[in-house]
């Protein structure tokens, strides 16, 4: 019995000698893959920090694979933020050059007219300088509307409104444009159709718009406006009966300062995006083709979740 016992106890050491000599090696290998695995973090957030671009993969579920995985996320959100602020910071430039374009070609016209006026005073000249001043004052207010827009500090008051009432009053602000220009609008009364807006801000869109259309519409046209709701949104079109968007015009219509093909002599090209950002601060979209008769088209949807 005792010769039994003291193999067993040596069996039983063996055993546990074994078992700690694979626990050893175990645990040397665990640390050596982590330690090349906290090298390879090091060495991804070094080449992060040059610029460089460096790919991790996660392994597995243990505790460095997910603070590779936050590592990962949190650097990608860092590049898209970089990429942001370095768009913003582009379109910032493109803007004021943009601006300081716009601001030239009034200031020159209003230098002119006023030299021209201490020489020779004309009722010409004077004219001259009120429709630059004019020019000037549209484009400053246009620009601090657009910057409140973006920076989410213009209130709108949005309430249930009736599209033929808000179409209706923004013909009646373009009356005298319209008369000048013997364009007519042609506003169909659909019955009441209601959207959630702000009736001010949303009339300074559309007017725009109808606006844009007058200025494409040869003398003895139209403008027509039309309207429908389904389930999903409420839909305006404004159209014209003018030679419609020169085909490669249309992708950019909508961007600031864009002035396209046919477009109209001192057009500032702002008018089209401060509409666009109004109707899409309200839960809307709004869109241009070229209508079936060949005449520009605008589509504004404004949904109702």
């Known amino acids: ?36 695995r906290i090298v390879g973090l090091t060495d991804y957030l070094e080449k992060v920090n040059t610029g460089q671009e460096g790919v991790l993969l996660t392994t597995g579920e243990d505790a460095v694979s997910r603070l590779q995985d936050e590592i990962y996320k949190t ?7 970089r990429e942001a602020a370095l768009k913003a910071r582009q379109s910032l430039a493109e803007n004021m050059d943009n601006i300081a374009h716009q601001i030239k070609t009034p200031i020159t016209s209003l230098s002119l007219s006023v030299q021209m006026m201490s020489e ?27 910057s409140r827009i973006d920076a989410g500090i213009l209130f709108f008051n949005k309430k249930e409104v009736d599209v033929f009432t808000v179409l209706t009053l923004a ?56 309207y429908e709701e389904n389930p999903l949104y409420v839909q305006i079109r404004i159209w014209d009966s003018g030679t ?38 309200q839960n809307g979209t709004i869109a241009a083709e070229n209508s079936a008769d060949k005449g520009a088209c605008f589509i504004i949807r404004f949904y109702r979740h």
């Open 120 to 146: 020779a005073p004309s009722s010409e000249h004077l004219k001259e300088i009120r429709k630059q001043i004019s020019r000037l004052t549209y484009l400053e207010e246009s620009l601090l509307l657009l």
């Open 1 to 36: 019995m005792k010769g039994l016992t003291m193999e067993v106890m040596i069996g039983i050491a063996a055993g546990s000698g074994m078992f700690s000599i694979w626990l050893l090696i175990w645990y040397l290998c665990r640390a050596r893959k982590e330690k090349e």
């Open 75 to 81: 650097v990608t959100e860092l590049y898209q933020t």
């Open 171 to 226: 013909a009646d602000n373009l009356q005298e444009l319209f008369k000048k220009a013997d364009v007519s609008v042609q506003i169909p009364e659909l019955g009441e159709m209601l959207i959630l807006a702000d009736m001010d801000w949303t009339m300074e869109a559309v007017m725009n718009l109808m606006k844009n259309c007058m200025e494409h519409t040869p003398p003895g046209g139209s403008v027509f406006c039309s």
């Open 244 to 281: 419609g968007f020169a085909k490669e015009d249309i992708p950019h219509l909508f961007e600031r300062f864009y002035r396209g093909k046919n477009a109209k002599a001192g057009s500032i090209g702002i008018g089209l995006s401060l509409a666009k950002a109004i109707v899409e601060r």
